[in-house]
């Protein structure tokens, strides 16, 4: 009887599928945000491993762990769940999470998104990726499918969970009862980070793609190279009118650059960003993202 209380009581006192959403959002924004703000200042971890093993790799997975865990381990809840009043309980008994279960949140809330955009990254720009990557890929679309279904059963109050993950683990989400118990500094420094979730919005925002190109970009388009600049060699091997500036060969499947303005061949532009990350002309830092199809009519 006392079980089955406990579990009405969570029916009746979990958030809205809107409340969770805001809170998953706001959770991810932390790992680009920070990701923009180490890379400003020049923050990662590059050292030799073993032999010709290197590792060159971002802080930012690690600090979003430690601000993970420690929201777990204060008030039960993420940092985005924290914000918005949201605590994890687990379903049958409403009692807050046990240290391996804040381990265990921390971790998944880290980690899966961390794969997932690596996966994605290195599958946009490579041609040729292991049969695991391509299987793991898959496993995140069958994760987000099964993720949109259990949000709808949650949405039609059929579901105590809204997420395969926090059914797995046995937790649901609801209002707190009554306020965390924690000290005085500790409220202070955890409402300094909430606060900052603001700041965390418009860096988020700042960086964009779509908005910097709302505002200009950041690069002016550079001027046409005059002929009394060019260099004699590469006089004799400028391209004619229609050709890749790359292979000096009539243009196939033209792809402009965003960023400078110039037209190539698509296999060429992506080969070559492959390698230098640059504009071949200009010399300005572009990525796929940059490249725009040209279709004639």
Same mark, same amino acid.
């Given at each position: 009887?006392?079980?089955?209380?406990?579990?009405?009581?969570?029916?009746?006192?979990?958030?809205?599928?809107?409340?969770?959403?805001?809170?998953?959002?706001?959770?991810?924004?932390?790992?680009?945000?920070?990701?923009? &703000?180490?890379?400003?200042? !020049?923050?990662?971890?590059?050292? +030799?491993?073993?032999?010709?093993?290197?590792?060159?790799?971002?802080?930012?997975?690690?600090?979003?762990?430690?601000?993970?865990?420690?929201?777990?381990?204060?008030?039960?809840?993420?940092? #985005?769940?924290?914000? *918005? #009043?949201?605590?994890?309980?687990?379903?049958?008994? #409403?009692?807050?999470?046990?240290?391996?279960?804040? $381990?265990?949140?921390?971790?998944?809330?880290?980690?899966?998104?961390?794969?997932?955009? +690596?996966?994605?990254?290195?599958?946009?720009?490579?041609?040729? %990726?292991?049969?695991?990557? %391509?299987?793991?890929?898959?496993?995140?679309?069958?994760?987000?499918?099964? +993720?949109?279904?259990?949000?709808?059963?949650?949405?039609?109050?059929?579901?105590?969970?809204?997420?395969?993950?926090?059914?797995?683990?046995?937790?649901?989400?609801?209002?707190?009862?009554?306020?965390?118990?924690?000290?005085?500094?500790?409220?202070?420094?955890?409402?300094?980070?909430?606060?900052?979730? $603001?700041?965390? /919005?418009?860096?988020?925002?700042?960086?964009?793609?779509?908005?910097?190109?709302?505002? #200009?970009?950041?690069?002016?388009?550079?001027?046409?190279?005059?002929?009394? /600049?060019?260099?004699?060699?590469?006089? /004799?091997?400028?391209?004619?009118? !229609?050709?890749?500036?790359?292979?000096?060969?009539?243009?196939?499947?033209?792809?402009?650059?965003?960023?400078?303005?110039?037209? *190539?061949?698509? +296999?060429? &532009?992506?080969?070559?960003?492959?390698?230098?990350?640059?504009?071949?002309?200009?010399?300005?830092? &572009?990525?796929?993202?940059?490249?725009?199809?040209?279709?004639?009519?």
């Amino acid at each position: 009887m006392a079980e089955a209380a406990n579990v009405r009581q969570n029916l009746q006192n979990v958030p809205s599928i809107f409340e969770i959403s805001a809170a998953e959002t706001l959770d991810n924004l932390i790992y680009p945000a920070l990701s923009k &703000i180490f890379d400003y200042f !020049g923050l990662r971890l590059d050292f +030799k491993l073993w032999g010709n093993i290197r590792v060159n790799e971002e802080l930012s997975p690690l600090v979003t762990w430690v601000l993970q865990y420690l929201y777990l381990r204060k008030r039960a809840s993420s940092f #985005g769940e924290s914000f *918005y #009043g949201l605590q994890r309980t687990v379903t049958a008994t #409403g009692a807050l999470l046990s240290r391996q279960q804040q $381990f265990q949140s921390a971790t998944l809330l880290t980690l899966l998104p961390y794969i997932e955009r +690596k996966l994605r990254t290195r599958s946009a720009q490579h041609d040729n %990726t292991y049969a695991w990557e %391509t299987q793991l890929i898959n496993l995140f679309h069958i994760y987000n499918a099964s +993720k949109a279904a259990h949000t709808f059963l949650y949405l039609i109050k059929y579901a105590t969970s809204h997420s395969p993950l926090f059914r797995a683990l046995r937790l649901t989400l609801r209002y707190p009862s009554e306020p965390p118990k924690e000290d005085k500094w500790t409220y202070l420094f955890l409402k300094l980070l909430e606060v900052l979730a $603001f700041f965390l /919005q418009f860096i988020q925002w700042w960086y964009s793609n779509d908005q910097r190109r709302k505002l #200009g970009g950041s690069l002016q388009n550079p001027e046409p190279l005059k002929q009394s /600049q060019l260099s004699q060699e590469l006089q /004799q091997t400028e391209p004619k009118r !229609g050709e890749c500036p790359i292979c000096l060969l009539v243009l196939q499947t033209p792809t402009a650059c965003a960023v400078s303005g110039y037209v *190539y061949c698509w +296999k060429c &532009i992506v080969t070559h960003l492959k390698q230098h990350g640059s504009c071949p002309i200009t010399k300005y830092a &572009i990525t796929l993202e940059d490249l725009v199809r040209i279709y004639e009519t």
